[in-house]
C-alpha cells in the first residue's frame, strides 16, 4: 500500500493514538497572485473548499496594504483519517515590485505562530492550544523559464529557515519541457535555501522508491484546473484545453501534480506536522530562549 496517510510508518501505539484524534494540518501557499495559487489549492482538494477571497476571513494583525493573510479551514478525510486543515493564502504578494519588504507579513506570521504556541505551552492550565503553526509552505514561483528572482531566492531562504519549505514551478503547461528541466535546475542551484527533505529510506522498497521519486521532482512543476477536460482520445480529466491537446493536472509526463499531492497529503503530512515541532518550532523556541536571557 503506498497511499494512504503515512502513518502506517508509525510503531502501533503511536498510530492508534493519531488516528483516532485525527491531526491538524496547515499549509500555506506563498507568490505572487495570479500564479494559480487558488486554482492549486482547489485541485488539490478537488472539491471546491475555498470561499470566494473576499469572505473568507483575514487574520486580524495585518494592517500592511500589500500582504493580506487570508486563513481558510476545511475537514478532509483521507482513507478514513480525519485532518482539519488549515489554508493560508498570502494574496497580493509580490504584486508591488518595489516592495521589497513584501515578504515581511508572511515571515511575521510564521512566527506569530510559533510565539503564541510557545505562550500557550508556558501556561499552567493545559487547555486545548489554538496551533496554526504552518506545516507546510508551497512556495510558487512564475515559470519565467530564465533565471530565479533576486525577490524569490530571499523569501525562500528565510522561509526555509522557519518552515518546511516546498518550492513550486507554477502553470508548468506554459513552459515546454525542455526550458521546464532548465528552469528546475536553475531553482535547485540556488545557494543557502533550505528545502524540505522527506525521509527516503522506508521498510519496504516500493515506499522508499516512492520517496526517492518524489524528492527527485523538486522543485515541483503543477497545472492546476478545477475543469474537466476531454482529451484527444476521449479521456475526462483535470486539466487545461490547448489547441494542440490538453495538459494533465494528473499526468506523471506533464508535471509533478501527483508527487506533490502524495508528499503533502498522502504520504507524508506526519512527518511535515513532526518535522515543524522537532526541528522548526524547537529552533523558533531556543531562539527565543537566547534572546530573553539578560
Ligand atoms: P492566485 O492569484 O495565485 O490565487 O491565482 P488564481 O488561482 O486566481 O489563478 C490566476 C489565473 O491563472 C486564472 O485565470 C487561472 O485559471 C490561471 N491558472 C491557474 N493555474 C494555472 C495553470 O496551472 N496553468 C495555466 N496556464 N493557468 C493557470
Not at 499549509?27 to 470566494?52: P, Q
Not at 486543515?85 to 510559533?114: A, M
Not at 501556561?123 to 528572482?149: M, N, S
Not at 519496504?204 to 527527485?216: G, H, L, V
Request: net charge positive; proline share 4%.
Amino acid at each position: 500500500p503506498t497511499s494512504g496517510i503515512g502513518i502506517a510508518d508509525l510503531p502501533n501505539q503511536r498510530h492508534k493514538i493519531v488516528a483516532k484524534r485525527g491531526t491538524n494540518f496547515t499549509l500555506m501557499v506563498v507568490g505572487e497572485s495570479g500564479l494559480g495559487k487558488t486554482t492549486f489549492i482547489n485541485t488539490l482538494f478537488t472539491t471546491t473548499i475555498k470561499e470566494k477571497k473576499n469572505q473568507a476571513k483575514r487574520h486580524a494583525k495585518q494592517t500592511d496594504k500589500t500582504v493580506e493573510i487570508e486563513i481558510t479551514k476545511a475537514e478532509l478525510e483521507e482513507k478514513k483519517f480525519n485532518v482539519k486543515l488549515t489554508v493560508i493564502d498570502t494574496p497580493g504578494f509580490g504584486d508591488y515590485v518595489n516592495n521589497r519588504d513584501s515578504w515581511l507579513p508572511i515571515v511575521e506570521f510564521i512566527d506569530d505562530q510559533h510565539e503564541s504556541y510557545m505562550r500557550q505551552e508556558q501556561q499552567p492550565l493545559r487547555k486545548e492550544k489554538l496551533d496554526l503553526r504552518v506545516h507546510a509552505c508551497l512556495y510558487f514561483i512564475r515559470p519565467t523559464g530564465h533565471t530565479l528572482k533576486p525577490l524569490d531566492i530571499e523569501i525562500m531562504k528565510r522561509l526555509g529557515s522557519r518552515v518546511n519549505l516546498i518550492p513550486v514551478i507554477a502553470k508548468a503547461d506554459t513552459l515546454t519541457p525542455a526550458d521546464l528541466e532548465k528552469f528546475k535546475r536553475q531553482v535547485i542551484a540556488a545557494q543557502n535555501i533550505q528545502v524540505y527533505q522527506c525521509p527516503i529510506e522506508s521498510d519496504d522498497e516500493t515506499s522508499t522508491k516512492r520517496n526517492m521519486n518524489i524528492m527527485a521532482a523538486m522543485p515541483f512543476a503543477v497545472i492546476g484546473s478545477d475543469q474537466d477536460v476531454v482529451t484527444p482520445d476521449g479521456r475526462k480529466v483535470k486539466g487545461r484545453q490547448y489547441s494542440w491537446g490538453v495538459a494533465e493536472v494528473e499526468n506523471e509526463d506533464h508535471c509533478d501534480f501527483k508527487k506533490l499531492r502524495s508528499l503533502v497529503i498522502r504520504t507524508h503530512m506526519l512527518d511535515l506536522v513532526s518535522t515543524t515541532e522537532e526541528i522548526h518550532y524547537e529552533n523558533y523556541r531556543q531562539s527565543q530562549m537566547e534572546t530573553r536571557k539578560f
